[in-house]
């Protein structure tokens, strides 16, 4: 028993790490229907900015949220110069603008900061709990709320806010949304703005456990990706369930088959699922959202 | 008018192009050639290595160079992609036409390399961990680090001293973990060390508490032996102490730098691993032969770059060091010579131990190279 609770507990942190990423990539996806490759990088700049500023003597909250704020600065710079530019090209193109994006955040990174590995301290200590036998560090349970929140924020924003309303009516239909007089531009560069901002955080919120470096962000955004697909691009309570998913059946492969499936067995999940429902479990197909 | 002007820079250019030619036959210089991981996800071991190259490329110039002659490093950056290395070794063959090499941050870098120095009969000291590199013995091949072999050998000689005879294995699915888990199976038998439990986990993976958990859960299990290295080593060592399993835990060489103690925090204490005694520079008995050696690298490297020393750093010092006691013996021009010179040396001290090379021997290191080290008070100690 407590061994399925460590499974349990394994499962639930490493799957809210990935609902985190994959929560970023909700909002510019209803924005503007583009796959920012550049999130993973965002959720880098989060706990690298956040390491840099601690060390340099700020206090940790004030340096995680300095970190948000220079990010989602990142993410407005990163849709003036580069997407907004390209208005009108396709949404591949856009794609792989972020996707040179991400590669070169990733360079400047380097420059910037260094090669090394990092980590700040957890916000609550470092004593886990034990519970029934199995322990839970309580960084956990911060990573853990934090998806929660974050989640419960973007659902109110899309289904309750007029702005978030105007997030959407600008990914179905650009040129209508401007004639209902929605400033489609600030919407994007809101877009972009939140989508850095919520990186960041998980960012702030991973980084005692993962622990950072320049170059974290390729796999966490993989995996986040992996999450959003699976729940449904573009659906927040798809990111969260899909990212829980993940990590649950990467825990409960590692604990009961074995560690070598454990990447094997999750993306069977996902292919089974999306073969079955294409657009991921909560997704709907394009035409329902006309 | 402007065109005038254009002739004229031409003239000038060409003609600072031709003193520049004709200059360059008065200075002597003797050209090494390297290509390193300085950027890309082995820049931990190729950024020390570059600066530790070119620290000492510039303290020796300054003080004469090799019998008068100065070096010159030709440096190229691979990114530790095997690819680019196999270009760069091709260029430093053909184009810059280097004497000797000292480059090749990982293994899949210098397995690229070797044909290509082989074929032109070129020595070169390779800074990679892996076996393979020098078993079998090339020719023109060397090494400094220790292998991954030795590791498992010093770490099984230490468990064999407490008693210790079954143990887990949890090692990470990159090239290096595996590598070593590989050659940690293979020795198990002949050191009579039963391996009860073995998981992998991803070099990237945020938590490995289900795989601990199983090991742990392991009847009769009395060590870990974790073979990852950088963020998922430091992992590891987390989810150990956080599961509260009560046996020892025993990490690869691949984690001997202070940032291990950083990023592990508490969890690290009570953790042992095999090391060269580079790390533990502060706390060798004053009589030790490597004691003043290591200590002077550290010192130079420290106060050059301002980063605390790394064994990677220390590897490619010996490579250097090793290099320019060769070239001193057998003059600056005749990469044979050279080569036979790396091959004769012995009781040379480096960072690594002391090496004495032979026909059969590419590496010459024996496992007194490495200190068994435990992590106390967030600190090393020596275990032995």
Redesign the interface.
Known sequence: MS?FL??L???V??GA?YALVALGFTIIYNASDVVNFAQGEFVMLGGMSTVFLYEAGIPLFPAAVLAIILTSIVGVALNKLAIEPARGASVVSLIIITIGASIFLRGMA?IVFD?????FPAFSG?Q?FVVGGA?I?PQSLWIIFGALAIFGALYFFFTKTLTGKAVLATANNRDAAKLMGINTNFIMTLSFAMSAGIGAIAGVL?TP???T?Y??GI?LALKGFAAAMLGGMGRPLGALVGGLAIGMIE??T??YIS??Y??AATFIVILAVLFIMPNGIFGRSAIDRV | MKLKVHMKTATLALATTALAVLASPVLAEIKIGSTLAQTGPASFLGDPEAKTLRMLVDDLNANGGINGEQIKLIMYDDGADPNKARTFATRMVEDDEVVAVIAGSTTGATMAMIPVFEDAGVPFISLAGAAVIIDPVKKWVFKTPHTDTMACGKIYADMNKRGISKVGIISSSGGFGKSMRAQCMGLADASGIEIVADEVYGPKDADMTPQLTKIGNTAGIQAVIDTGFGQSAAIVARNFSQLQIDVPLYESHGVASKSFIDLAGDAANGVRLPASALLVAEILADDDPQKSVVVSYRDAYEAATGEPVSTFGGHAADAFNMMVAAIERAGPTDSAAIRDEIEKTTGFIGTGGEVNMGPNDHLGLDLSAFRMLEIKDGTWSIFE
Not at chain 1, 115 to 119: D, F, G, T, V
């Open positions: 061994e460590q499974f507990f394994s499962g942190t490493v790490v380097q090669k090394q590995i990092h980590r470092e886990p322990t560090l991973v456990m993962t622990l470096s170059d974290v796999a825990a409960m590692a604990g560690s070598e454990k990447d």
